[in-house]
């Protein structure tokens, strides 16, 4: 099934403060003037594919419409590699506190599960072209992982469990019969709407690389007059052809690469299986269905995007590496757009690097202002904005109702380092995985100087859902800026669950009281999104655990650990929750304070389990200690 929001894949920008700060040189600009500034990236590739770095803005011309343009802004990008971490917590361990901080590429891995076959073989080299992709991750990026037919879908996060999650629950629906369902061009196409789906999606996002990992088994195409089987198509079937180029030029103004990975590997005896029809542009439709290869979308994806194709080979994740280098070095550049004030509309540009020998890659037009809105008008679960926002979601079961409260405790800073006196304005709205809304709080409020400790305070909504999967997105504008964070909010069902927890918080004193008084039962303060500390900080973490209505109460067995960058664990408290500390809602809360003093500089990770027979339920946060 197809989502109508990218809510597994990379849909865009989340980063971790309490993960080390990136590099500036790897860190996007912001280009902070008028609406009529252009931002694009571009990147340069030498005859063998390789980036180019260390050019200047005297090295590019950028044309609109043909005719020559100032460059007004210009940035070098180089994305770091991937850190290797000791302790294992460090790479995937869940992110409990996200950010609109903009400064990696954007990965979105198509697992396309409609067309590719039934095997042990293929599952498996899919699982490890997407999990290759994952490694790939620099500090910066930002990942999501979406599926042509049905899975676990992940919205763009830097959260490599949450990914791994989403590509376990991969598995092929193709069997020897065909695609299972309706992904079938009769009716639709689930791979090329999906591709359409995520270059609509992406087309808004801010600035940077944006890359598409198609793991796919390929398949030919159905065009227009051509029909399954090599059959003449019939009044019914859908003009595949036409779909496809919409397709095609959607990516293309979205700017995205697309990598495409065939997983079917070698055929028998090793025969190569071809390289497939031309892409559109080179656009030819053929007589006969089997002139076609059988891995032709794979190529035609690639080919139309300036990316490029991994087939004939037993070990598709080996390529994997080749497409992020291609992607590691690029350049922002700004110019002032021609387009009146008043007419929305697209506008063609060209971008050319003034030494020969080199390919330019970037996107070939872009929206005037009439077309867009500012970042926190659209709910499009895209993070973004030149506001920044951090947040952090944790959810409490509400006594007596089947619907839980999600709280999100959200920090708001503005450029210049306060937004003291001044007014911001936050919606916060719950997306479920088809993009449909459920529910939105508005907010308006006026900061008091010196107000929450280490400078602005915590602002506090709430969201009111149903048992489910959600992005909960929070938009705040301020002083003519705005900004845009996303959370991913698993809801549990609380009746159900024979041992459940909320969500863990953390506060740090002097913590800010509830006043909202639709929660200030079920939350005993404000958390805080703040993850880094002195020594001489106080800092505990709550949680609260449930037991269902359907057993007795019995006792809880729980524990807390710290465990540092090295993975040694530096602090270890055990407890058991006996049944007369649960209230009539059966419910008992737990809180540990953090040992600050007792921790060295560096980065660490609290986890807090509860235990009762064979059911475990685990919170974790990550903190830093200055």
């Not at 037919?149 to 990914?163: C, V």
């Not at 951090?390 to 210049?416: I, L």
């Not at 006026?446 to 999967?469: F, I, M, N, V, Y």
């Not at 929660?519 to 037991?547: K, N």
Request: hydrophobic residues 40%.
């Amino acid at each position: 099934m197809i989502r109508s929001v990218l809510v597994a894949s990379a849909l865009i920008i989340t980063t971790f403060p309490q993960a080390p700060t990136p590099p500036s040189s790897q860190q996007a600009p912001t280009f902070r003037s008028s609406v009529d500034l252009v931002q694009l990236d571009v990147m340069v590739l030498d005859k063998d594919r390789h980036p180019v770095g260390g050019l200047t803005a005297n090295d590019f011309t950028i044309l609109e419409r043909g005719k020559p343009q100032s460059i007004v802004a210009f940035s070098a990008v180089e994305v770091p590699a991937p850190i290797s971490h000791s302790a294992p917590w460090m790479r995937d361990a869940p992110l409990d506190v996200v950010s609109n901080v903009q400064n990696g590429r954007l990965v979105t891995i198509v697992m396309d599960d409609a067309y590719t076959g039934v095997s042990p073989a293929v599952m498996k080299r899919a699982k490890d072209v997407a999990r290759a992709a994952i490694d790939q991750l620099g500090p910066g990026d930002l990942a999501s992982v979406i599926f042509t037919f049905t899975g676990r879908m992940q919205n763009f996060t830097a959260d490599r469990s949450a990914l791994i999650r989403a590509v376990d629950s991969f598995v092929p629906k193709m069997g020897s019969g065909g695609v299972q369902g309706w992904c079938n061009p009769t009716l639709r196409s689930c791979d090329i709407e999906t591709m359409t789906t995520v270059a609509s999606t992406l087309v808004s996002a801010p600035p940077g690389r944006k890359m598409v990992i198609l793991i796919s088994g390929g398949r030919r195409f159905a065009f227009g007059h051509v029909g399954l089987g090599g059959l003449p198509s019939s009044a019914g079937h859908r003009n595949e052809g036409a779909d496809l180029t919409a397709s095609f030029n959607a990516l293309q103004r979205a700017n995205v690469a697309v990598y495409a990975f065939d997983v079917r590997g070698l055929p028998s005896g090793g025969m190569s299986m071809g390289r497939g029809a031309p892409a559109v542009g080179a656009f030819s439709l053929v007589g006969s269905v089997s002139d076609v290869s059988a891995n032709e979308s794979l190529h035609s994806f690639a080919e139309s995007t300036g990316g490029r194709a991994v087939t004939d080979t037993n070990d598709p994740a080996a390529g994997v590496a080749q497409a992020f280098r291609e992607s590691s070095t690029y350049y922002f550049v700004g110019f002032r757009s021609t387009a009146g004030p008043d007419r929305p509309e697209f506008r063609k540009i060209e971008v050319k690097l003034n030494r020969p020998g080199f390919d330019v890659r970037t996107r070939n037009g872009y929206y005037t202002p009439g077309n867009t809105s500012r970042p926190a008008d659209v709910i499009n679960g895209l993070p973004g904005g030149d506001l920044p926002v951090q947040a952090t979601a944790a959810v409490f079961a509400v006594p007596g109702q089947s619907t839980a409260e999600v709280v999100v405790a959200a920090r708001v800073d503005s450029p210049d380092g306060t937004l003291a006196n001044k007014k911001i304005d936050l919606s916060t709205t719950a997306l479920d995985l088809d993009g449909h809304s459920h529910g939105t709080q508005h907010q308006s409020m006026t900061l008091q100087p010196g107000s929450g400790p280490g400078g602005q305070p915590d602002l506090l909504t709430h969201l009111s859902l149903e048992a489910g999967r959600y992005l909960v997105q929070l938009s705040a504008q301020s002083g003519g800026s705005s900004g845009v964070v996303v959370v991913d909010v698993e809801v549990p069902d609380f009746s159900r669950e024979v041992l459940s927890a909320s969500g863990l918080i953390v506060r740090r004193r002097p913590a800010s009281p509830v006043t909202d008084k639709a929660i200030a039962d079920l939350v005993p303060f404000v958390p805080t999104t703040v993850r880094q500390f002195q020594p001489t900080d106080d800092a505990l973490a709550f949680m609260r655990v449930y037991q269902s209505e359907r057993k007795p109460i019995v006792p809880v067995k729980i524990s807390a650990k710290v465990t540092d960058e090295k993975n040694v664990v530096r602090s270890r408290q055990e407890g058991v929750l006996e049944p007369t500390q649960f209230s009539q809602a059966r419910a008992s809360d737990y809180q540990v304070s953090l040992p600050l003093a007792q921790l060295s500089a560096g980065h660490y990770l609290l986890e807090v389990e509860a235990q009762s027979g064979t059911r475990r339920v685990q919170r974790t946060a990550r903190f830093t200690v200055r």
